[in-house]
């Protein structure tokens, strides 16, 4: 089975970058599409990017439209969330997710967290002065 684990968060001042990554082993990268969300105390779990296996399809949640970009490696088997002009509102634990069926709507799949069947321990976040 597909195991996910998330590297790379950290205190980073507003303004600052930081690049997340998602180390996949267990199983070809090659047939899971790839997502992370992110939890911030006190409020839902909400999806910020998703890129499908053959990265054909890419999407962003619009908090996050213009700052993040997802890339993926499937022979380094890695996925990469490179984070810049963080907010305070970016702060959270964020989630490598992973799905090997396909997806028509890329949009409504990275909505929903709980379809996601491989899930990493998540990497905190925190964006302050």
């Known amino acids: 089975q597909l195991r996910l684990v998330e590297s790379g ?3 980073v001042q507003p303004g600052g970058s930081l690049r997340l990554s998602c180390a ?3 199983f070809s990268l090659d047939y899971y599409n790839i997502g992370w969300f992110r939890q911030a105390p006190g409020k839902e779990r909400e999806g910020i990017s998703c890129i499908t296996k053959s990265t054909d ?3 962003y949640a ?3 439209k213009g700052r993040f970009t997802i890339s993926r490696d499937n022979a380094k088997m890695t996925v990469a969330l490179q984070m810049n002009s963080l907010k305070p509102e970016d ?3 964020y989630y490598c997710v992973g799905l090997p069926i396909e997806i028509t709507d890329l949009q ?3 909505n929903r967290f709980t379809i996601w069947g ?3 321990q ?3 976040v925190t964006v302050s002065s």
């Open 118 to 120: 491989y899930r990493g």
């Open 91 to 93: 702060t959270g634990l």
């Open 9 to 11: 968060g950290g205190l």
């Open 62 to 64: 619009n908090s996050v």
């Open 108 to 110: 409504t799949a990275c």
């Open 24 to 26: 996949a082993s267990g």
């Open 57 to 59: 399809s890419i999407w």
């Open 122 to 124: 998540g990497t905190q």
